[in-house]
Structures are given as C-alpha cells and as structure tokens.
C-alpha cells in the first residue's frame, strides 16, 4: 500500500510549489488510488461511491418523509378527537402499523431528478439510470416504511430471483420524476404458496404521475444467517426447509420466509401481513385486466393500468 502511494506521488503532474498544486496532487492521489485499488478488488469503483451517496439521500429523505407522515397522522387523530396538542388516537393500533399497512397496500412514491450525471453523449437519460431510479426508489422504500433499519440490525439481504424491465417512454433531460413501489403476494392462494418470494413492482412516472416511463418487476427473497432464520421460525413458525442450518463455513447465509421478515420488520401479525399482500395483488391484477379491457377503446394513461399491463404476465393475468 505504501509502496503503491509513493510511486503514485512520484508519477503525479502536479509539483508541491503551490497551494494549488497540493490540491491537485490530493486529487490525484486520490483517483489514482481509487482506481488502483478496484483494479486490485480492495473496493468498489469511485461510481459506485457516488451511486451509494445517491442512495443514501434517498434512505435520509425516507426517514424524514416517514417521521413528516407519522406527525400528520398524529396531528389528524388529535384534531378527530378533539385532543388539541395531546394525542389520542380513536384506534388502539399504532400508528406505525397504520403506516406499514398502507404501505403495503398503496404502494410509496419518491420524487426524483434525473440530473447531468444520467444524461449520456447523445443528449438523453441513458437506459441504464432508469435502474439507478429504482434503486432509489427501493432505498427510499425501505426507509419510509421502516424496514431498513430492521433488515440491517438482523443482517438480512435482499436476494432478486427474476428480474423484467419495459422501457415505455424517454425520459427527456433534467426531468424530474416519480418512482413508484409496490409489493405484492407472489400466488393468489397464500396457503399454497411459495412465500420464499415477494413481488416487487416499481414504476417510473412523470412528475405529474399521469405517463409512465418504464415498469419493472422483480422476485424478490431474503437471505440471512441461521440465527435469524431460527428465530423466525420460533416468533412465526414457518417451512422449516427454509430455516435449515448452512454447513460449517465462513459467513453462510440460508433463505428466509419473505412473509416472516416481513411481518418482523413491520411488527404485524404474520396473517395481517399476508392478507395485505394478497390485498395488493388482487388490485394490482384487477387493474391489468381493466386496462386490457380500454385498449380497444384508446389507450389509457392511468399508471396503475399501465404498469400492471406491463407486468401482467407475471402476475398470471395476461393472455
């Protein structure tokens, strides 16, 4: 290391004569290292700091946007009540819950900027940033709705399985936009089903929401060590051929019940859960056979019937 930063200043343009030339030494040094060293494996690329930074924004932004939610509905159930400053809400649910269930069954929507660092050298939004906005999307998600913080205390990953994208229309430079997430049961019958997996549908609209840019779906699962995944088994019960323990080794991660973490990172009862997911699905698969229905009569812009249009075949509605 100290080997690779002396030829690094001895290689460096810029002399030590100046403040100005330390500076750009620094800056040097800096990039030089950086890009050294994701030669070397060591760390990720200096895009993928910037992509991290980026996302983390979007995880800040879903925190205060959560704790701006909770105040209004706090606010709300004071003024219905009657309470003035103090709070009594008229249900004895908390209000957290009240906001994972909507959650879940609405679906949350972040808005974004798709600045200089997205446009290419043709003059428009590069294919490739449509993911970063997903990515965002799913940060902000998780902030707004509280599972973050669950997901990284338990060391659980989020694993994709299957992943369809459909770019519907141009984004035109320095737009801003709004990234849409819902998640929903993988089967109709929850009894029968493989919860290994969830849903995830993203879309990308105008900052109006009334033109969708371009939909995605994904299969989602979770990973996490076998303390984790027992001690889902003993709060939830649950498949036991998902909480089977890795063989000996270093850092093994098993399959998780999506079902379960998630009722664990929301604090609901694991059928609660379950029936919002299966809620979400059914609007999501109504809203694609609606959609089918007003084709012939000219094409719609509501973004609900476009984005399951898009994503109908996975969801076991399309012909």
Not at 3 to 20: D, M, N, Y
Not at 84 to 108: N, T
Not at 228 to 257: C, H, I, N
Request: aromatic share 8%; hydrophobic share 40%.
């Amino acid at each position: 290391m100290y080997t690779c930063l002396v030829k690094t200043l001895i290689r460096s343009p810029f002399p030590l004569t100046s403040v100005s030339g330390g500076v750009s030494q620094i800056l040097f040094v800096f990039f030089f290292l950086s890009r050294r060293l994701c030669l070397l494996g060591d760390m990720p690329p200096i895009a993928n700091f910037t992509h991290y930074y980026r996302c983390t924004r979007f995880r800040k932004r879903g925190v205060l946007d959560r704790t701006e939610a909770l105040r209004r509905m706090v606010k709300g159930a004071a003024r219905s009540t009657g309470t003035g400053g103090s709070m009594q809400a008229s249900s004895e649910e908390p209000m957290e819950h009240l906001l994972v269930r909507q959650c879940i069954e609405s679906g949350m929507v972040c808005d974004a900027h798709c600045g200089m660092h997205m446009i290419d050298s043709y003059g428009h939004v590069n294919n490739a940033k449509y993911l970063e906005l997903f990515e965002y999307g799913r940060w902000y998600a998780n902030a707004f709705a509280g599972w973050g913080r669950y997901l990284a205390s338990h060391q659980i990953h989020a694993r994709v399985h299957n992943f369809s994208i459909q770019y519907i229309r141009e984004i035109k430079p320095f737009a801003d936009v709004k990234v849409s997430q819902q998640l929903t049961a993988m089967y109709a019958d929850a009894r029968n089903a493989d919860v290994s997996c969830l849903n995830s549908i993203q879309g990308i609209w105008n900052a109006d929401g009334s033109k969708i840019h371009s939909s995605a779906i994904a299969q989602i699962g979770f990973v996490g060590p076998a303390s984790t995944a027992e001690a889902l088994l003993r709060q939830f019960g649950g498949d036991e051929q998902t909480s089977e323990a890795p063989p000996a080794g270093r850092q093994q991660l098993v399959p998780l019940d999506a079902v379960c973490v998630l009722a664990a990172a929301s604090e609901l009862p694991i059928e609660q859960v379950r029936a919002l997911l299966l809620h979400s699905r059914a609007s999501v698969a109504a809203a694609a056979a609606g959609q089918r229905k007003e084709r012939s009569c000219g094409d719609s812009e509501d973004w609900l019937a476009h984005l399951n249009h898009a994503t109908g075949q996975w969801l076991g509605t399309s012909k």
